[in-house]
Every structure is written in C-alpha cells, then in structure tokens.
C-alpha cells in the first residue's frame, strides 16, 4: 500500500480501532479518495480548518469566501486543507443567552479537534462567544493552533449619520424609550444598524477578543481589527492557511504561546482599548484551560497604570475600520511598549517586540492617542470587593459616569429578569435619580444563566425626564458595545446564596472607584438573619446539557467555564 511512511502525519493520525492497524489506514483513504483527491494529496499533512458559520450568524455570513482564502494559503504552503463546522454562537439568536453554550462550543472545538486527523487548526471564528470557546478548546486539545477572526462589519449611514451595531442600537433605542424618536425612525434606524458581515463595529465584546486575541500572540499581526469586507481579510486569512502549515511538527500549541506574561499583555491592551467587561470572564475561563489564573486585584493594578488610548465607541466616538486605518493593535501595543513583556512569543514566530518594531510607524492620533496625551490616565476597567460582592464585580469606567464613582445609594430591587421587566417602566415605580437600581438572580446559575442584562434601562419616567445615566448593580453581563455606571458580574451570585441575594429595598449601598469596593450598608447580624430566610439554592434543570450546565458552572470569577474543563479540576 503506497502512501506517508510518517504514521504521525495527516490521515495516519489517530486511527480508528478497528482492530486492525494497516485495516484502518487503508479503509480511511479509500473514503478520502471518494472526495476525489489525488494520491499527492492524501500523503500530505492535515491542516484543520474549525469554523463557526450557521444560518443563525449573520457575522459570519462571509466565510466561505474566507475559507477558500485560508485553503489557498494551506495548499500554497504544501499541506491539505480540511474544514469542518463546530457549533455556532450568534449572539442575538440564542436563548436564554450564548454564554451558557460557549462551554458546549468549547468541547465540540476540543474533542473533534483532538478526535480527527490534523496536524494543525485554524480557528475561524469572531461572534462575541465564539473566539474565547475556540481559544478554550484549543488550549484543553493541546495541538498546534492559530486563531482567525471574521473581522467588523463597516459602518452604515441615516440621515448623515455614521452607524455601527451594536452602541448605536442602544443609544437610539434609549432616545425611542424617551420618547426622542418615533416608531418610523426606530424601525429606519433598525434596517441600517447592521448592513455588512462582520462583527459589531465598535469596541464590542466580538472586537475586543479578536485584539486580545491578537495581543497575546494567537494571531498574526494587524490582524484583528481589518473590517471583514476587506480584500485584507481575505489577505490575512491566505497568510493565516500559510502560518497553520509552518506549525506543523512544532511545539507551538497554546499551551507555548498563552502564558501568564501574555495574559498581562492581553489585560494591558483591554485596559487601553476600552474593552469589553466580558472579555474578564472569558480570559479567566482560557487561563483555567492552561492552569492559570486571571486575578481581579492583579487587573485594578494594570488597569491604574495603563491608560485608556483608543477613542472607540462606546466610550468613544470612532470605530473599528477607523482603528484599522489608524494603526490596529500594532500601533496601540507600540504606545504601551515600555509596560509590555515584550519577549513573549507569538504564533508567527517573532516576539512581541519583534512585532511592534517592525510595525509601520504611522497612527492616526484622532483613534489612537499617545501614552502623554491620553483618553484618560487610567484603565477602563474596574474590579470591586466588599461584602456585597466578595469573590469581586466589575465595572466599566471608561464607559461611565465619573460624578457617580464614588457615591452611596438607596436599593430599588428586582428579584428576576420577569420583575424587571413588569416594573421598570411602572409610573409608580419609587425610585430616583440617587438610586442604585440592583437586579438578582441574574447570575451564572440562575434559570437566566447570566444573560448581557446588566445594561439595565433607565426607568421610563426617570429618562423622560432626562436622566442619563444612574448606578445599577447586577450579577449579569453586559454587552460589551454597552456604556454607563454598571456593576456586574457580583461575585458569589444571588442563585449560588451570594450577599447581592440579600439586598432588599431600601438598603444603603457604597460605591467607591477610587477604592475599588462596593459595600451593602446592613449589620452583619442583619445579613445572617437574611441569609437564614432566604431560598436561594441550586435552581431545577431537566436533562442534558441544562443538567450538566447547573451542576458544573463556575462563579464569573472563575470565567463561568465548567469545573471538570479546567487544567487542575481538583483546585
């Protein structure tokens, strides 16, 4: 029998039992050779390509075209090219929200990349969960991976004004609650918001992980923030097919690439780019993959010595084809050299340094500003403790109101996302500018699973009278294309019998930035006597994964991955 005298190699790989070694060599390329590939072609080494199209994701509706870019570059290269779908996660089209299933993705990622014969994968990817569940299940599988992102989708135009999902479709749907807009234009601003492939067009959770994914040295240089229509995306995904085959044989898997030194790089760059509060869960979750840990109190420590640089929305006014144009993640990594590990290495071989200084000089400062005249001194995001939130909660400062950092508030409570949604708007609703809007069982092991319902809206008759912005405490998520002074991810949840469980109307709550702490003003014998009343307690599931989601999930903290994924589940 002809073929690669390598059993490590491309269809020798990890066989099928049969009983029968050379049985199972010959049985698999006769049903490869049924797909009409030459003999040259089933000799040569596998590169795996895992992507996550579906016709429930309108950001990766441009794919296949990127597909058969990244096929050219494997084939240029000398290795045969082979895609297979994993599941996909379109944000806005699951229930009760995608989160929940980026563990599920992270598995089928994991084990069919392990499971069949590649030397190398590329991860294809870019919706806000499916980056950090290709980056989990690479990490567990352990084999040579380089990630690819769809990329953003570029701007539209209503009535000369720039639109980009998802900020926009908030800040239109806040005037429409006010009563700014009408039922015409809502429904004009509806068709223009979204009018490309690509991921949301501002510094959204999606843009986020592809620069972290970039700052960490999974993908190749610049090529994070190349608006998804561009022949440039086509270029990279070409350069990206070409990359996969050189990792073939090599010991560069994440493992190598994603260390604690990258992660710091990662959170440097999160900071600095006014990410999204959701890349905290998911970069905590990849860490857990490897081993490692992301530490809230190690981030404040980043976050107050690394400035806030990219002038995106939301707490912006550009978006990211403008980042591209001014420079990408290069340019903003440039800025911040002197705070990078600039010796770690990227999965293109050359250094963090090496890059930054082979990077094309040129920036935009409109998008990216200079470390000596910065957006503002210190990073956008935030992690709180006190005994409201123990294990610790987030808050986006970059997108929030300064005169509201350092306040105390009266609790308005909502016990569920059902409550909120029956109250809010309620013109007897007893609530004030000076409250603090506190929403439970919201978290990871509510029925919600920890929906981006932290945006919490202003009460109608608070934004009719034109209230902007107002403290509101959650142990949900929010979008990351979301802006104002949000507490979430609380830490435990209110369904795991967390302290934001045993907030009741009334109760006084402090915030403090500065301190970084958040405290429910209530005696601690007070707090015990709650705590010995209230139901909280593992919620019903039914079967399946439901089940497995309850039994396993992890706090925030912990990046909501499940216990038995993580690399030292004993820990």
Request: glycine content about 10%; overall charge negative.
């Amino acid at each position: 029998m002809t073929g690669q005298d390598d059993d490590s190699k491309g269809f020798r790989r990890g066989l099928t039992n049969y009983g029968d070694r050379k049985f199972s060599i010959y049985l698999r390329r006769s049903f490869a050779s049924s797909m009409g590939y030459s003999r040259q072609m089933l000799d040569r080494p596998i590169v795996g390509i895992a992507h996550s199209a579906s016709g429930f994701n309108n950001c990766h509706r441009h794919f296949p075209e990127m597909i058969e870019a990244v096929k050219r570059g494997v084939l240029a290269a000398g290795a045969l090219p082979l895609e297979f779908p994993t599941i996909s996660l379109g944000e806005v089209f699951l229930s009760p929200t995608s989160l929940k299933f980026r563990n599920l993705m992270s598995m089928d990622v994991e084990e069919m990349t392990r499971a069949q014969p590649m030397d190398s994968v590329i991860l294809l990817g870019g919706c806000d969960k499916t980056v950090p569940a290709q980056l989990m299940g690479a990490a567990s599988a352990d084999i040579p991976a380089i990630q690819l992102v769809a990329g953003p989708m570029s701007t539209s135009r209503h009535r000369g004004e720039r639109l980009g999902a998802c900020t926009d479709c908030r800040r239109f749907w806040q005037r429409y609650r006010a009563g700014d807009v009408g039922d015409t234009e809502i429904d004009n601003v509806e068709k223009r918001l979204a009018s490309t492939s690509g991921t949301c067009a501002v510094m959204g959770t999606a843009s986020t992980m592809a620069a972290l994914a970039e700052a960490i040295g999974m993908m190749p240089a610049g090529s994070a923030a190349i608006p998804a229509v561009d022949a440039d995306r086509l270029r990279i995904a070409e350069e990206t097919g070409r990359v996969a085959v050189s990792l073939i044989g090599t010991n560069k898997t994440p493992k190598k690439i994603i260390t604690n030194k990258a992660l710091e790089n990662g959170l440097r760059i999160l900071m600095a780019i006014g990410g999204s509060t959701n890349a905290i869960i998911h970069l905590a979750a990849i860490a857990g993959r490897l081993g490692l840990k992301v530490d809230l109190k190690r981030m404040n420590e980043v976050s107050d010595t690394t400035p806030v640089l990219v002038d995106l929305k939301p707490t912006g006014s550009a978006y990211m084809e403008d980042l591209h144009a001014a420079g990408g993640i290069p340019a903003v990594m440039r800025e911040l050299k002197h705070l990078l590990h600039l010796d770690c290495e990227t999965i293109t071989g050359e250094t963090i340094g090496d890059r930054i200084g082979s990077a094309d000089g040129w920036v935009d400062r409109s998008v990216v500003k200079s470390v000596d005249s910065p957006i503002r001194e210190n990073g956008g995001l935030v992690a709180l403790f006190g005994n409201l939130a123990p294990r610790g909660a987030i808050i986006k400062r970059s997108a929030a109101d300064p005169s509201l950092f350092e306040k105390t508030g009266r609790a308005v409570v909502f016990t569920s996302l059902q409550d909120l949604a029956a109250r809010i708007d309620d013109p007897d609703l007893d609530v004030t500018a000076d409250d603090f809007l506190v929403l439970q069982n919201a978290g990871p092991l509510s029925e919600a699973a920890m929906p981006e319902a932290g945006y919490i809206p202003i009460p109608t008759k608070l934004a009719r009278a034109g209230v902007k912005d107002m403290v509101r405490i959650s142990d949900a998520r929010m979008s990351g294309t979301a802006y104002g002074t949000i507490v979430l991810h609380v830490a435990p949840d209110a369904a795991s019998g967390g302290a934001i469980g045993l907030v009741r109307n009334g109760d006084q709550i402090a915030l403090s930035v500065k301190n970084h702490s958040i405290s429910l003003l209530v005696s601690d014998e007070e707090l015990e006597r709650r705590r010995a009343e209230h139901n909280a307690g593992m919620r019903p599931a039914s079967r399946g994964y439901d089940l497995l989601y309850r039994d396993h999930v992890l706090q925030a903290d912990e990046g909501c991955d499940f216990d038995f994924l993580k690399a030292n589940p004993s820990e």
